[in-house]
């Protein structure tokens, strides 16, 4: 099944990030060298998984939005429940800390805002 921007969205707790207009997760694995003597070639192995996501939208401060909760997660340091819709049944979810946020303001258009996520533990894809 491919999928589209339609059917996407991104949360934090339990609230839809309101005006988000992308997202993008970043999943890594550190990869480990093996060099044994008499041996012309490295050996790898798997090691640790990493993961980071972003997202960008434009800014809305209201209570239904979403966007209040990500300010005091960042203020506080707490982690925050991240899921990354590609529609109703199928998402990535996992736990997270905000990293950075980024405001910007243009006055030939709306407030954007620029999310960066750092993942704690697993990020896990939910597929029907």
């Known amino acids: ?6 059917t996407g969205n991104v949360a934090i707790g339990k ?6 207009a992308n997202w993008n997760i970043d999943k890594t694995k550190d990869i480990i060298d093996v060099v044994s003597f008499g041996s012309d070639y ?3 192995i798997s090691s640790t998984k990493d993961w980071t996501a972003s997202c960008d939208g434009k800014v809305d401060f209201d209570d239904d939005s979403g966007q209040l909760d990500l300010e005091a997660a960042f203020e506080d340091g707490t ?6 819709y590609l529609d ?7 736990e997270a800390l905000i990293e950075s946020q980024t405001i910007s303001n243009a006055a030939d ?3 954007d805002i620029s999310i960066s996520i750092s ?10």
Do not use: D, R
Request: hydrophobic share 40%.
């Open 1 to 6: 099944m491919l999928f589209t921007g339609v």
């Open 15 to 20: 609230k839809n990030l309101a005006h988000m």
């Open 42 to 44: 490295k050996e790898k």
């Open 79 to 84: 982690p925050v429940e991240c899921t990354f």
């Open 88 to 94: 109703e049944n199928t998402f990535y979810e996992g």
């Open 109 to 111: 258009g709306a407030a």
């Open 119 to 128: 993942g704690s533990g697993p990020l896990t894809l939910v597929a029907p």
